[in-house]
């Protein structure tokens, strides 16, 4: 089946720092990548949607230039947590889907992020 | 406002019980998708079922059958034969077309514990 990969798994960091997570479809060529963030207990949130060569689009109340995405290519797109504090701990989980039809989105294993 | 609502935070059963997990929804697009979700404390999100908004049948996968009633907006995940790695957290999802940005929603979960 489709394969997302997520790297890293785990992330632990000062604050300050700028952490930059990857998000690969192994198999396949995903058109559309999502970026979920899930804090403890709680549902996926989506907070950005992108297309492979243009601009993601932002859900409301998601800072861009706080979360930095890129889609530069069909199997792979990055997010950049810049300048990260402890408030920006969370889960964050990716996802990918071929086209636009009915399949389901695969997901990546999600990366675990600490700001210390 | 909620698109997706899954009113139980929390769920026992036995196991080799049957088990419903209760998802409505909420949309005016005449072309969606309905999915659920398993995550294991793990994190990974595991796909099991896919319904479409104009299939005629309820969806069946292995153990898991999804009860689709379109007109009162439901999509509850029924787990027959209950086993005791379906512990997990379970979320339903929606994809709207093109007037929801062929986005995925979460709802907030349920969490299933299953007992011996």
């Known amino acids: 089946g489709a394969v997302v990969s997520q790297h890293p798994s785990w992330v632990i960091c000062k604050s300050g720092t700028s952490v930059k997570i990857e998000c690969r479809s192994l198999d396949f060529q995903a058109t559309t990548m999502f970026w979920y963030r899930q804090f403890p207990k709680q549902s996926l949130m989506l907070m950005a949607t992108s297309n492979e060569g243009s601009k993601a689009t932002y859900e409301q109340g998601v800072e861009k230039d706080k979360f930095l995405i890129n889609h530069a290519s069909l199997t792979l797109s990055t997010l950049t947590v810049t300048s990260a504090h402890p408030e920006d701990s969370s889960f964050y989980i990716c996802s990918a889907r071929e086209g636009e039809g009915p399949q389901p989105q695969h997901f990546g294993d999600g990366t675990r992020l600490s700001i210390l | 406002a909620q698109k997706i609502t899954q009113t139980q935070p929390g769920m026992f059963v036995q196991e080799k019980e049957a088990v419903t997990l209760d998802c409505t929804y909420d949309t005016s697009d005449p072309s969606y998708g309905l999915f659920w979700y398993k995550q294991p404390s793990s994190g990974e999100m595991i796909f099991l079922i896919y319904?479409?908004?104009?299939?005629?049948q309820n969806a069946t996968e292995g153990r898991y059958s999804l009860n689709f009633q379109k007109a009162r907006k439901s999509a509850n995940l029924v787990i027959s034969a209950s086993q005791l790695g379906d512990s997990a957290m379970y979320f339903c999802a929606m994809r709207e077309g093109a007037t929801g940005g062929f986005k995925t929603i979460f709802g907030a979960g349920t969490r299933l514990f299953v007992k011996a």
């Open positions: 319904q479409g908004s104009y299939d005629q």
